[in-house]
């Protein structure tokens, strides 16, 4: 089965640039959206389609995708960026993937 | 605007079912697919399956195959999963949401049901 991975952890400062990444087979041939996650909060959309932003996302929230890895860019992130945050694709024209998640810390 | 308004949370004690309900509103139910992804507590998003609105496909998760199911009604405009056979490892918060198309995004998501197992 298709999988994705994703660090467990990643630290910023305040200000500073987060990246995460999401690797799997050749993944830059699917489509890859970001989710943000907080505590006692439904997911919310930041990227799809490997670097398109919905509206409302602030533009320091970036995407790109080639290979085998995507990622996650925040730029000047700020304290309210502090959440998990989870990469997903379709692994077939049927099915879903979720990777594992990165809980990212704004120290 | 688009909003999912989902059941209310629920106890259950282990081998019984739970049927959780997604009522959508604010777009037209049967042009999307209607989502279940579930959260257990530290554990990552997990995909359970999908039902296509307009003619009721479905697509269960390997992982879920045989014990649950996806259903919508149209005139509701909500759609419903019923997970079986349940244990502790149930306990979860599930969402539903939408996507569009073959390989859409969950662009609007459900405010989450909290289920827990127990005896």
């Known amino acids: 089965s298709y999988e994705l991975t994703q660090p467990p952890s990643v630290s910023v400062s305040p200000g500073q640039t987060a990246s995460i990444s999401c690797s799997g087979d050749k993944l830059g041939d699917r489509f890859v959206c970001w989710y943000q996650l907080k505590p006692g909060q439904s997911p919310v959309m930041v990227i799809y389609q490997d670097k398109q932003r919905p509206s409302g996302i602030p533009e320091r929230f970036s995407g790109s995708n080639s290979g085998n890895t995507a990622t996650l860019t925040i730029s000047g992130t700020q304290a309210m960026d502090e959440a998990d945050y989870y990469c997903q694709a379709w692994a077939s024209n049927t099915d879903v993937v979720f990777g594992g998640g990165t809980k990212l810390t704004v120290l | 605007q688009v909003h999912f308004v989902q059941s209310g949370a629920a106890v259950k004690k282990p081998g019984a079912s739970v049927r959780l309900s997604c009522e959508a509103s604010?777009?037209?139910?049967?042009?999307?697919?209607i989502q279940w992804v579930r959260q257990a507590p530290g554990q990552r998003l997990e995909w359970m399956g999908w039902?296509?609105?307009?003619?009721?496909?479905?697509k269960y998760s390997q992982r879920f195959q045989g014990r649950v199911t996806i259903t919508r009604d149209t005139s509701a405009t909500t759609a419903y999963m019923e997970l079986s056979s349940l244990t502790s490892e149930d306990t979860a918060v599930y969402y539903c949401?939408?996507?569009?198309?073959?390989?859409?995004?969950?662009?609007?998501w459900g405010q989450g049901t909290l289920v827990t197992v127990s005896s």
């Open positions: 604010g777009y037209t139910f049967t042009n999307y697919k």
């Open positions: 949401a939408r996507t569009y198309g073959d390989h859409g995004n969950f662009d609007y």
């Open positions: 039902i296509s609105a307009g003619n009721g496909d479905t």
